[in-house]
T-cell receptor, first 113, second 112 residues
Framework: QKEVEQDPGPLSVPEGAIVSLNCTYSNSAFQYFMWYRQYSRKGPELLMYTYSSGNKEDGRFTAQVDKSSKYISLFIRDSQPSDSATYLCAMSRSGGSNYKLTFGKGTLLTVNP | DAGITQSPRHKVTETGTPVTLRCHQTENHRYMYWYRQDPGHGLRLIHYSYGVKDTDKGEVSDGYSVSRSKTEDFLLTLESATSSQTSVYFC???????????FGEGSWLTVV
């Protein structure tokens, strides 16, 4: 079983739709959870950052972490064509000198005008 | 944007030649990383550094070496490039453990 699983899509939605993106993971030691957005031929940019369980909201974006189910989600409300990108989940164990992220493979999202 | 500069941004090289990619940061962050990204594999960690002259291997380190002689610079070297190393390479930086990781714009490498 891979440490992090993410449905690669592609996912195509109409403008204004609510988008739900998800990742599951197997390692209960993960404590830091992130979502990155990556436009074509660009580097990943940090979208949301969450420590441990709970919800976090930033504008149209909401990140949820359910550690009991080992499941994280990113919701995008009122989706826009500019949200069309690949979304990567990432997570990490606690800090220390070996701090590094494990990524999902990404979900390709297209928002159609 | 995080102060990360990768060079070169694009390079075509021949099999068997050495290649060095450079990552330069202006954030004075302790942690620096090299990832490669390939279709079907996603982002995979090659090597990382947790301080000057302190480096460690990631999950796909074979065929790669790194060096960090200054806080701001992290070099990735392909000693003898192979076609399987054709990829896009991303440098990333992070401050304290648990802090967010920021990526550079990528270096596209083609080995022919």
């Amino acid at each position: 079983q891979k440490e992090v699983e993410q449905d690669p899509g592609p996912l195509s939605v109409p403008e204004g739709a609510i988008v739900s993106l998800n990742c599951t993971y197997s390692n209960s030691a993960f404590q830091y959870f992130m979502w990155y957005r990556q436009y074509s031929r660009k580097g990943p940019e940090l979208l949301m950052y969450t420590y441990s369980s709970g919800n976090k909201e930033d504008g149209r974006f909401t990140a949820q972490v359910d550690k009991s189910s080992k499941y994280i989600s990113l919701f995008i409300r009122d989706s826009q064509p500019s949200d069309s990108a690949t979304y990567l989940c990432a997570m990490s164990r606690s800090g220390g000198s070996n701090y590094k992220l494990t990524f999902g493979k990404g979900t390709l999202l297209t928002v159609n005008p | 944007d995080a102060g990360i500069t990768q060079s070169p941004r694009h390079k075509v090289t021949e099999t068997g030649t050495p290649v060095t990619l450079r990552c330069h940061q202006t954030e004075n962050h302790r942690y620096m990383y090299w990832y490669r990204q390939d279709p079907g594999h996603g982002l995979r960690l090659i090597h990382y550094s947790y301080g000057v002259k302190d480096t460690d291997k990631g999950e796909v380190s074979d065929g790669y070496s790194v060096s960090r002689s200054k806080t701001e610079d992290f070099l990735l070297t392909l000693e003898s490039a192979t076609s399987s190393q054709t990829s896009v390479y991303f440098c990333a930086i992070s401050g304290l453990p648990g802090n967010t990781i920021y990526f550079g714009e990528g270096s596209w490498l083609t080995v022919v």
